[in-house]
């Protein structure tokens, strides 16, 4: 397939002038890459794409320089099982509704994962911890049978400890191809999708990763897997 392509050079800060080039050009997604080679570049690309993800006024796609390539050659058709993350906020369940449109137009499996972080003193109280996995069992279960309406073969994974970890575990045990995250959950013990972990993914992860921000627009989806 033919695509029309420009480029734009500007000058100043590098996030600034990226996150206001999408705004301008009215993009639907900036993809970028979140690795450089070595030394201060790979440093430098590192830090930029953590700032675009946290700042970019639309969606942004970070990839390992491995991932564009083989995006490029093979096509985003290649993806075949996708990760979402949740903490069952508002603004999370979206990204889960993006990841199963997503998943709809690449006939992709789809994983929901929850991350749940009890303070160290939980652990010595199993009356605490057994009510904590409940709550979330069936907040999951609810989560899974919204999805299922739209995406049958969806399943979902619930796992204790640092959220990032965790993620990527499952990222790595289901093979999965990408991981679609809103950046911003909500706030106290259950707090999972802020700056922190988002940075942690964008930077670890194996696979590219899609965020997006709960006050952004969502994805264009449109024929993106054709």
Do not use: N
């Amino acid at each position: 397939r033919m695509f029309d392509a420009s480029s734009l050079l500007r000058e100043g800060a590098a996030v600034a002038e990226i996150c206001s080039s999408a705004a301008e050009l009215d993009a639907g997604l900036v993809v970028i890459g979140s690795r450089g080679r070595r030394g201060l570049p790979r440093f430098v690309l590192g830090s930029v794409a953590e700032r675009v993800v946290a700042m970019s006024p639309v969606p942004v796609l970070t990839v390992h320089p491995s991932d564009a390539v083989s995006i490029l050659v093979g096509g985003m058709g290649r993806i075949r099982h996708i990760v979402a993350p949740t903490d069952f906020s508002e603004a999370s369940q979206r990204g889960v509704d993006a990841a199963v449109t997503l998943a709809l137009e690449f006939d992709a499996a789809l994983t929901i994962v929850h991350v749940r972080e009890l303070p160290s003193y939980a652990y010595g109280l199993e009356g605490l911890v057994a009510e904590e996995e409940a709550k979330v069992r069936r907040a999951l279960d609810e989560t899974l049978a919204h999805v299922r309406v739209r995406l049958p073969r969806a399943d979902g994974v619930a796992r204790a400890g640092a959220p990032w970890k965790r993620i990527l575990d499952v990222v790595e045990e289901r093979r999965a191809d990408l991981i679609v995250m809103r950046t911003h959950g909500r706030h106290g013990l259950q707090r999972m999708l802020i700056g922190s972990v988002a940075e942690k993914i964008v930077r670890l992860s194996p696979v590219p990763v899609l965020t997006l921000g709960p006050k952004r627009e969502d994805l264009r989806l449109a024929g993106v897997a054709g």
